[in-house]
């Protein structure tokens, strides 16, 4: 039986995650008899899952929060909480206190728990650990020069995660999540917004404002793939994984311009031509220093798996979100 933990439960993946696993009721071959939700937010209802729920609304690192969650002895734990790039540069405290120190608080009190403890861990981290020069395609094992904070944050994080599984303080993995995209619901602040906003918007039937040149080149995953990553990194072999525990996930490696060409062939002409060209100076100098394209070997050798093309990106979103309805 398998007790899993969810930290930022209520935020766009956590809440994918939190439904995707109570519909499985298993992780791998373990079912699970327990799910404990986190966020500073309110976490969703879980419907559809028999075995016990206990959620609660808390900052991780507030003193004190992560070792009541971690009493329980969860054996699976999904750390997501965090601030995304934008606020953790714009907040500069806000984006240590959560994505360090919340991160800290939750591995000191996995350690504290002591002998005979060791949960494995799957830690969200993000390809902005990575920062410009960039190789043509960049490897798992290029070194970490982040150019934000929150890429710097992340980094930190890698690096105090691989020594806690040295240590034998817990298992882990870290996945260095691509873009995901489409992201659901209203636009966010991100500099990277855009390439949701350019699909999620005209299948709404609504205009979408492209900040850059289609010439921009990303890498992509959507958050059904997102989920599927999280989800495999849980029952991984420790031993498959080594003393290197943090992979670069696979993505779709494509341009501006190819997303909207894969959406003129999913959605149609009218849809695409919904996408308002509006160059914004900041956003163009901010996607400069991003890395574009990976050599993901590592994670797709251990069977992580991401979508074929854009095109079946744009149609997660279209089941997904939509029912499968287009504002044509
Ligand atoms: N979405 C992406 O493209 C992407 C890419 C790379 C990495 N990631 C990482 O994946 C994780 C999840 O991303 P997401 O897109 O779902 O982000 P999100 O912003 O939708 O969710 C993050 C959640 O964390 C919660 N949170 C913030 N501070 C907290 C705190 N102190 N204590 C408890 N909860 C707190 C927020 O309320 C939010 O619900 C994040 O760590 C993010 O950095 C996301």
């Known amino acids: 039986m398998t007790h899993v933990l969810i930290t930022g439960a209520a935020g766009m993946i956590g809440r994918k995650l939190t439904t995707r696993i109570s519909v499985d ?55 997501l909480a965090g601030v995304v790039s934008a606020e953790a540069e714009l907040d500069f405290d806000k984006g240590y206190d959560v994505n360090l120190d919340g991160t800290r608080a939750l591995l000191e009190a996995i350690r504290a728990v002591g002998e005979g403890y060791r949960p494995r861990l799957v830690f969200a981290s993000s390809i902005a650990v990575f920062g410009a020069p960039f190789p043509q395609a960049i490897a798992d094992d290029f070194h970490l020069t982040p150019l934000t904070s929150y890429g710097t944050q992340k980094a930190i994080c890698e690096l105090l995660i691989a020594d806690y599984a040295r240590r034998e303080f817990l298992d882990a993995v870290a996945l260095r999540l691509p873009s995901i995209v489409v992201r659901p619901g209203l636009p966010n602040r991100a500099a990277s917004g855009f390439f949701s906003g350019i699909i999620r918007e005209p299948l709404a039937g609504m205009e979408a404002l492209l900040p850059v040149d289609e010439d921009v080149l990303h890498w992509h995953a959507s958050p059904r793939a997102a989920v599927g990553f999280l989800v495999h990194a849980a029952t991984l072999e420790r031993e498959a994984l080594g003393t290197r525990v943090a992979l670069t996930m696979p993505g779709v490696c494509c341009t501006v311009g190819e997303q909207i060409a894969a959406l003129r062939r999913v959605a149609g002409d009218a849809v695409a031509a919904r996408i308002r060209r509006a160059h914004d100076p900041l956003v163009e100098r901010i996607v400069a220093g991003w890395p574009r394209r990976f050599d993901p070997r590592r994670a797709l050798a251990l069977g992580f798996g991401v979508e074929a093309n854009f095109d079946d990106i744009i149609r997660v979103h279209i089941d997904d979100e939509l029912n499968g309805v287009i504002a044509r």
């Open 25 to 79: 009721g298993a992780i791998g071959k373990s079912a699970i008899d327990a799910l404990t939700l986190v966020d500073v937010v309110a976490s969703p209802d879980v419907t559809g899952f028999a075995g016990r729920v206990a959620s609660s609304t808390a900052d991780l690192a507030s003193p004190g929060v992560a070792a009541r969650l971690i009493a329980a002895r969860p054996d699976v734990i999904f750390h």
